[in-house]
């Protein structure tokens, strides 16, 4: 009985040694960081989904641009999606560049494109924030909790040497506190890993989609009289 109490999770980590405490302690710090840009990314990405549907669906269905462009332009900036900013920089290069003297139709393109790209990029970053930090979770947090469970274990053994003779009890606690920092890391890696390739996923289709109306909207306006 007194085994099965010492092994209870509250008193392993606080019978752990200094270092192994320090190292859950910033395992359990990253774990909570990584869930809240895990939640902050899922917001943002299903938001950026829906917002890209509504635009096509307003664009595809409204042949006026210029009322779109001044529907776009009046929008606040939570209610604007990327690729409603992605046409409306290209929309405004275009008018700009197509009442300045002297400039044909190909570098009227170019420069509208130009223009689309580089919004464009700033979207992409937007979109693609703190999935670094996930990807570092992922991959980092499992060696920071095996080196807690190193550490936990060379101090058991270290304990063992004043001893005649070792038993289960008096292992047990030290192996077991060890392997609380292994899992620990394991809680911390799992989630950020499994959030980071989906939300990675979902960027690339958005940014695919991005593209395309990149292309479909230059063959728009080129038409244009």
Known sequence: MDLIRDLS????????????????????????MSWWYIFLKMFAVRAAKSQTREFEDAFWGNPNLVALYQQASSKLRHDQGALEYIFAAGF???????????????????????AMRARYQREMDHLESHLSFLATVGSVSPYVGLLGTVWGIMNAFRGLSSVGQATLAQVAPGIAEALVATAMGLFAAIPAVVAYNRYVHDVARLSSRFESFIEEFSNVLQRQP
Request: positive net charge; without cysteine.
């Open 92 to 114: 405004a290069e275009f008018v700009k560049l197509k009442k300045t003297q002297g400039v044909d139709s190909a570098a009227l393109m170019e420069g509208t494109r130009r």
């Open 9 to 32: 999770l509250v008193q392993l980590i606080s019978n752990a040694s200094l270092p192994v405490q320090l190292v859950m302690g910033l395992l359990l710090s990253v774990s909570l």
